[in-house]
């Protein structure tokens, strides 16, 4: 049956973002609110003096200023590509030769949701399936939704997706004669969106195991996020799943400049196996014929001219502060209420809040509404969880420190402890 109004079946699996629409309605009409929900960046951070040395380094040169206000390639400007490609490897410790790599397979997008848009549109048919943690980031669910593809959740702790529950879910789904339906497994590696937990390096390594492994009715890739990688306050950094992938044709990585330089810009990238790189680029002209030139040329040239890595390390600087004054506060203001647990996370922007059973933190429960009265707005975290697989647990929060300062930060927990210990 048509969908009604005569729109397309993908039009209602689209559906809409309530949850978007609805904190920017109360953002809109509270402003004296401290959001602790938006997942942007610090407006104060952003790289208005590196953005001007580039942008002058490029008119200052005729020639390169025509080539970047010029049409440019699906696949993306080379010297970006090659950049991109060369960050990757450096940060990983490996060589191409070990990956099995090549500048061919790096391809250039309007941020990483482009990205992960394109490779899940030529992966997936409706009905098809996705693994990915339950919980996990819900924009992806939304793009994959839009497709009428199936998210399934699966469980996840302090470390990560489990091994152990992808292999479950995997064998449910041979047993329901659903395995071939099996396209892809979603992950971010890197403080993830909305945890904050990074994959650890053993169950990295697992994670392309097993989907090699059950690549048997058909081949199952690896979706790896890396959009908070550069995010990185505390620890060791650790080679990404496509380090563990040294035959290239498991791993399909995502990354963007928009965490770690500006969202506005909107460059991402993808490093891709090679078969999927011609489908990929043919979805991509029939959208745009190349992500935005000059956004491209600019980037190249912020890499070129050594200004990313020092934004970087003066970005790690404060967002350090941040993740220090959300935690500290929290230690302070949340743990004396009995049955609050949260991750510590070592980077990115969120983190993860576990309130005591009986508290429905969701838009209908009785938290929601007294924390905005109270002054401060969140996410339920319900809504980062897919609607099949482990069943969404009520009584989760996501908290985003990145907008806020150290003072807004300890306000909103204050405000967040007072509306809990009201429901409590």
């Not at 697992?206 to 989907?211: D, F, H, M, Q």
């Not at 990404?240 to 498991?250: C, H, K, N, V, Y």
Request: glycine residues 10%.
């Amino acid at each position: 049956m048509p969908h009604q109004g005569g729109l397309s079946r993908r039009a209602g699996w689209a559906g809409g973002e309530p949850i978007a629409n609805l904190l920017m309605a109360k953002t809109l009409a509270h402003p004296e609110l401290v959001s602790l929900a938006a997942g942007f960046v610090d407006h104060r951070s952003l790289p208005v003096e590196p953005t001007r040395q580039a942008l002058d380094a490029i008119w200052s040169n005729p020639e390169e200023a025509r080539a970047g206000l010029q049409y440019g390639t699906t696949i993306g400007y080379p010297p970006l590509r090659e950049a991109v490609l060369e960050r990757m490897l450096q940060a990983d410790g490996r060589s191409r030769r070990d990956l099995s790599v090549s500048v061919d397979q790096v391809v250039i997008t309007a941020g990483s949701n482009q990205l992960l848009y394109l490779v899940s549109d030529v992966l997936l048919d409706p009905g098809d399936v996705v693994i990915c943690g339950a919980p996990s980031y819900f924009v992806y669910l939304g793009t994959v939704g839009n497709l009428g593809v199936r998210a399934v959740g699966v469980e996840t702790d302090q470390h990560g997706l489990i091994p152990e529950a992808i292999d479950g879910e995997l064998a449910r789904l041979e047993a329901a004669g659903e395995l071939g339906r099996v396209k892809a497994i979603y992950v971010t590696t890197y403080y993830d969106n909305p945890t904050g937990v990074t994959l650890t390096a053993d169950r990295r390594a697992a994670l392309v195991e097993i989907a090699q492994r059950w690549s048997r009715q058909s081949k199952i890739y690896v979706i790896e996020d890396v959009a908070y990688r550069e995010l990185r306050y505390y620890e060791d950094d650790t080679p990404s799943l496509r380090a563990f992938d040294p035959d290239g044709e498991t791993v399909v990585q995502a990354g963007t400049f928009s965490k770690s330089f500006s969202p506005g810009i909107r460059v991402g990238w993808g490093i891709l196996p090679p078969g999927l790189v011609e489908p990929v680029l043919a979805q991509k002209g029939n959208l745009d014929f190349g992500s935005p030139n000059l956004n491209q040329h600019l980037m190249a040239k912020v890499l070129q001219m050594g200004l990313f890595d020092p934004h970087v390390e003066r970005l790690r600087a404060g967002y350090r502060e941040k993740i220090d004054a959300i935690l500290g506060a929290a230690d302070e203001l949340l743990s004396p209420i009995e049955g609050i647990q949260w991750v510590r996370p070592a980077g990115g922007l969120y983190v993860w809040l576990r309130l005591p059973e009986a508290i429905d933190s969701g838009l209908s429960g009785p938290l929601f509404d007294r924390a905005v009265a109270e002054g401060v707005l969140y996410v339920p975290g319900g809504y980062c969880y897919p609607k099949l697989g482990r069943s969404p647990r009520k009584n989760m929060i996501r908290l985003s420190f990145g907008i806020q300062s150290c003072q807004g930060i300890r306000r909103g927990i204050e405000a967040l402890a007072r509306a809990i210990r009201q429901v409590h």
